[in-house]
């Protein structure tokens, strides 16, 4: 199942660690990367590969991020064999080949099972999105917006409209490759819930299916934002009943709208998204 909510958790913050899995995020990011200084990256690997060690996560997805660079290697190793882990985000992805890279690393290790969840933060990474997505292991796309705007010179706007082309780049190149919709970005403003909330409904029309959080306040917002409404799942019930039923290419639905193959698709992603 999809996850709605994938929460960030520092890897150097053990009292948050120790509570996350309690905070009702469909999914956690222990994070190695920009949450870590430098000084502090053995020691939170460490303590990171630790907890993974010792956790039963119940039905929540772990994930890890990895750093970039001269670092992965080493997170890599640490995390990838833990039972409970479920994937990587791969911090600053520039290139196709640092998933070969990444892949050969796992098989090495004998972590067959681990998938991978690029982050894209510069505009390089962003145009190369449709290579990037067709890499061994890749199951959805992130993007690294505060990154991308420092790199392209982007100013977010209140309604955020500068960052619709990406936005919407991802949700094609996703459904392209036949992977997950993309997870949607942070909103670092984490006392604002009201714009977060219209900011994720604006995803949820999007294509998106999840988004990524910095602080539990933002997880209940998220996960309702991405839980088909009653109204939508009695729609998309009767829809795929009419269609069933009927034998017919073309129906109406209960409010007298035309129901084709195209619509009863789009009311089965619906009814899948039920948890
Ligand atoms: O009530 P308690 O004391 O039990 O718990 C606090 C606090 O520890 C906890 N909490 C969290 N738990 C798990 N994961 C979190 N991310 C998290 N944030 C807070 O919730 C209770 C209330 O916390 P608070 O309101 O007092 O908030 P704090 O001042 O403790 O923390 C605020 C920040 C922003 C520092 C914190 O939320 C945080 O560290 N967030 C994640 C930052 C991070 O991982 N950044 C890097 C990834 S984002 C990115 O790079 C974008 C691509």
């Not at 993007?143 to 936005?167: F, H, K, M, Q, S």
């Amino acid at each position: 199942m999809i996850a709605r909510s994938h929460l960030y958790v520092p890897g150097n913050a053990p009292d948050k660690l120790g509570k996350a899995l309690g905070r009702g995020a469909d999914a956690l990011i222990v994070d190695l990367e920009d949450a870590v200084p430098p000084a502090g990256k053995d020691a939170a690997r460490e303590a990171v590969a630790a907890w993974l060690g010792a956790v039963d996560p119940g039905p929540v997805q772990l994930w890890v991020r990895v750093n970039p660079g001269e670092l992965r290697e080493a997170d890599v190793r640490a995390v990838a064999t833990a039972p409970a882990l479920t994937g990587l985000v791969l911090a600053k992805v520039e290139a196709p080949a640092e998933l070969a890279e990444v892949d050969a690393l796992l098989t090495a290790l004998g972590a067959e099972r681990v998938v991978v969840a690029p982050l894209l933060e510069s505009a390089a990474a962003v145009l190369r999105a449709p290579q990037i997505a067709a890499g061994p292991r890749v199951v959805r796309l992130q993007v690294g917006e505060a990154d991308l705007c420092a790199d392209a010179g982007i100013t977010p706007g209140a309604d955020e409209r500068e960052l619709l082309w990406v936005r919407s780049q991802m949700v094609m190149v996703s459904a392209a490759a036949g992977i997950d919709p993309p997870v949607g970005p942070v909103s670092t403003d984490f006392r604002d819930l009201d714009a977060l909330r219209a900011s994720t409904l604006a995803l949820a029309r999007m294509g998106y299916a999840g988004r990524a959080c910095i602080h539990p306040a933002q997880v209940a917002v998220v996960n309702e934002v991405f839980t088909p409404s009653e109204e939508e799942v009695a729609w998309a019930r009767d829809v795929v009943t009419r269609f069933e039923e009927s034998g017919a290419g073309v129906l109406l639905d209960s409010a007298g709208r035309m129901v084709d193959e195209a619509v009863v698709r789009r009311a089965r992603r619906i009814l899948a998204r039920l948890r």
